[in-house]
Every structure is written in structure tokens, then in C-alpha cells.
């Protein structure tokens, strides 16, 4: 590349530009960066406004470019690449006008100009503290501290179905194992029952006032296995993380990515079994927070209130009633009146919910295809989908984006059919 | 060629490649030129689970060797199933399994995939060793 063509962008400039038609502004900074974290203790963290976050991470993949497609950045753009170190953004500018990008800027001043200047526009997700990175992780486990964390106890869960040789095999160092049947009930599907939870809860160590940072491991599931939800582990992390927080433990944490972002960042992994010790009392009365859970007759409720969305979160095949996404449900076909929220695949993928690395999406890209479905943050969103893992996963995209009107419709599709309500198939009209 | 002589001759090919957009073109450029599956092929029974884009696999077995013909909706998926049908078409059920597939590591296509992608190839493998072993 001749770096003659690469010219850089003044911050006014760069502001000026904000918000015009066919310029993108990327950000190459780690999610976590974009997300909210200020990681190099610069004034103010997130992202510049209306920036699309591109982490340098991805550069090493073959399939780079595909992910820049996905993300709507197309070769008549005029990018503007923003970073931490001038070396990344200039690699980046390189990588973009070797795949045929010709008008590409680069800007410098993000860190020196940009964040310590509250005239320069800024945006973060709202609870961005709850989604962690592995550097954050490991930091808290090596120091006991970390930033945006004012406690004294926290417990690591490896969340797994059936599937504790997910664990066995490496888990994080100091992570308990917690199988997604602790916290549901493997005939129902739904949430334990509010003694139950208690007890598990306690078992794991974990109280109100705990701090819980899960995570599982994704290991390719196969909608023809007997039990697929066995190898979508990071999925079942999601469902763990909306009973906790249904429960009432006020701090609960995702790491982004799965085991799949440690791994990424080479760390360590643990075979050496960390055996829970059990807290006393929980501390409050499960659940403390009883509206983020909807059952059936509140559902139907939901399809009749035109101020309430009930959102399924499937796939299309089983929307339209082509599969029923689960080897141990029969029935094939939707709730009338329910507003698609596509997942992805099948029942055990969230393609349309992540990063192809298995982090959560760009938090703007998932608000932007809600949007386009009806469901917005002033509207009361309840999401469902076969037994409510993937509806999970929706409800804490929602949680972290501080909708204040979210709950997760716990029977989903399975409960609906199994009590012969009318459903439908076939595209919607 | 045996299996190996082939999967020597890729690295060879992948050697002369500066960088991964490089990798890409290449990958792509294969993709194209994979002979499409025929259309009454590409259903439910021949679909490929576990792979981000539709991808579809068609095995059958003459005087024991393994013929097999693939197919996929994305050019990069399509090309690696070229690569991969390079190494393991017409070789017999025993050499595809006692031969491991280490192009995949030393060409960096394992690392370098991002993660959703190289589950699909991971998939495919198995697949592929799955029909070996019925035939053995």
C-alpha cells in the first residue's frame, strides 16, 4: 500500500461528517471498548456516535471481508477507521483498500481529542458493565478487584446442559459447573419453582448480593443429536442469566464470547474441579423480580394489548411451521399474533444475535432489526421461543440495552402446543 | 495421488500466499469453479448441520472408493468444500480415515476461520468421516 493515500481526519471534520449518507466511521477497538469500557482510562468510554464496531481481532480471519459485507460497509463508502494505536488503524486502512475500499481515512485523535471533549458526541450501551470481557475476567481472578466492580464475592458458573464433560474438559480457572437443570424443570422446560431455586442457588454459593459472571462453552451443536442443547453451552449461560436475574441476584454478568473469547486470548483452562461452597441464605424472596417471567395466560393477554409485543425469538423454518426446531416436540407452526424476531438456524444457533466469534452483536445492529419487526424499547417486549433459551438470550440483549419493559415468556412454543391452542404456518400475511 | 501427496501439494499452493485476503481470493476462486450440485440434490437429506450458510453433501461409494459431491450458497464455504473434496474424493473408506487432515492446521485455515465458519468445516469433516466409517 502506498500510505500516501491514506489521509487522516480532523476531529471537527470527523464531526461534521457524523450521520452523513455513505460515510461509515469504524471502530476498531475491542466490543468491550465499543460496548462502554473505558480500557485505556480515557475520559468518557463507548464509541463515537454512529460508529460500527469492527474489532482489529477480526482481521486475522480469511473471512474478514464477508464479516465487513454483513455489516452493510460497502466498497462506495468513505470509512473512517478510528483505534486505540496508530498501527492498528493503519493496518486496517491497508486491509480495506486491498478488498477494493478507495476512499478510506483514518483518525488519530479518538483517544486525546475525541473522549476528553464533552462536545464531541459519544454513545454507550447502557449496561455495558455487564457484559465482560476475558481480560476483565481474568484480571478479577488474579486480583480480586477490577473496574466496575464494588464487591467482595463473586462465583464464576461454567453453565452446561447434561453435559458436565463440557467442564470436565476445561473450564476457567476457579468456575463452578452448572447445569441448566438446577434452575429448570427438565419436564416443563420453565423455570424452577421458587424453593427450588433457593436451594440451588444457595448450593452454588450464590446470594443476593453475589457478583456472577457466566459463561459455556459452544461445541457445535447438531439438530440431530439426541441432545443438542448439550453442546450449546454459551446458550445455556443466557438462560441461566435470566432465572438469576429473575431470582433476584443483583449482579449478574455475561462474558462475551463464551469460553470461545478466553480461549481466543490464549488463557489458561482449569480441569481441576472447583466444588461450590454453599451460602447460608439467598438473602431475598424469589423471585424478587417476578415481571421479567410471563406464563400462559398472560401471554394471550400480551397478543391481544397493541402496546405489547410477545417475540418470537426461532428460527424462520420453524416460524413458518416447516420444523418444530426440537426432536421432542411434535407440533410445527407459531403463535398467531407473535412478532418475529429470527434467531438464526435452527433451535441451538443465535447467528442473528452474535458475532461470528460468539460475541453479542453490535448492540445498534440488533436494536435496528427489532425496529424493523415492531418491537421497540417504549413497547412491553416479551420474548419466547421453544423452551426459552434463545428467548433468554433476547431478553438480556434487551436487559443490557436498559429497555425497562422486558420479560421472557417462559413456556414458549412448547407449552402453547402442548395445550392445543390455535397456532398457525405458512408466511404471514 | 494419495491423500497426503494432495494435502502436501495445497500447503505447497497456500505457502505462496501473502495474507489472508489472499487466502480468501483463493478459497473464493476455487468455490467457483466447484461443479454444482444438481438442484434435486439440495434438500433436508443432503443439507450439512452446523453450517452458518446452507451446504449440502452428497457421498456414494464405487468399487470402494468414496465419490463425493457438495454444494453450498456461500462462495467461501463452497471453496472449502472444494479444498476438502480435492484431499478425500475418489480415495477409499480406510485412507480417509487413517490419514489425518492436517492441511487444515498448516494451511492456517483452523485458525484463521472465525469461529462460526470453522465449525461448518468441522462439521463437514465429520460428516465425511461418519459415511467413511459406514462404508468400512
Known sequence: MGQVRVKSISSDDLMKRIGSENTKVIDIRPVEAYNGWALENEKRGGHIKSAKSLPFKWSKYIDWIEIVRSKNIKPEDTLIIYGYDTDSIMKIAEQFYKTGFNNVLVYKGYKNEWSVNDKYPMEKMERYTQLVSPKWLKGLLENGTASNYDNNKFVICHAHYQNKKAYDDGHIPGAISVDTNSLENPETWNRRSPEELKLALENYGITHGTTVILYGRFSYPNNNDPFPGSSAGHLGAMRCAFIMLYAGVKDVRLLNGGLQSWLDEGYNISTEETIPKAAKEFGVTIPLNPYFAVDLEEAQKILKDKNRNLVCVRSRDEFIGKVSGYNYIEKKGRIPGAVFADCGSDAYHMENYRNLDHTAKEYHEIEKQWAEAGITRNKFNAFYCGTGWRGSEAFFNAWLLGWPKIAVYDGGWFEWSNNNLPFETGEPE | ?136
Open chain 2, 1 to 136: 495421488m494419495t491423500i497426503n501427496e494432495i494435502q502436501n501439494k495445497i500447503i505447497e499452493e497456500f505457502s505462496d500466499l501473502n495474507d489472508g485476503f489472499d487466502k480468501y481470493q483463493y478459497i473464493v476462486n476455487l468455490g467457483k469453479s466447484l461443479e454444482p450440485l444438481k438442484e434435486k440434490y439440495k434438500t433436508e437429506e443432503y443439507l450439512i448441520n452446523g453450517c452458518q450458510s446452507n451446504a449440502w453433501l452428497k457421498t456414494e461409494i464405487l468399487d470402494n472408493k468414496i465419490f463425493f459431491s457438495a454444494d453450498s450458497d456461500s462462495l467461501i464455504i463452497k471453496g472449502i468444500i472444494s479444498l476438502l473434496l480435492r484431499v478425500v474424493n475418489n480415495q477409499s473408506p480406510a485412507d480417509i480415515l487413517n490419514n489425518e487432515l492436517y492441511f487444515i492446521e498448516r494451511t492456517g485455515l483452523s485458525s484463521n476461520l472465525s469461529p462460526a465458519r470453522g465449525n461448518g468445516l468441522f462439521t463437514m469433516i465429520n460428516q465425511i468421516r461418519t459415511f467413511a466409517e459406514n462404508c468400512y
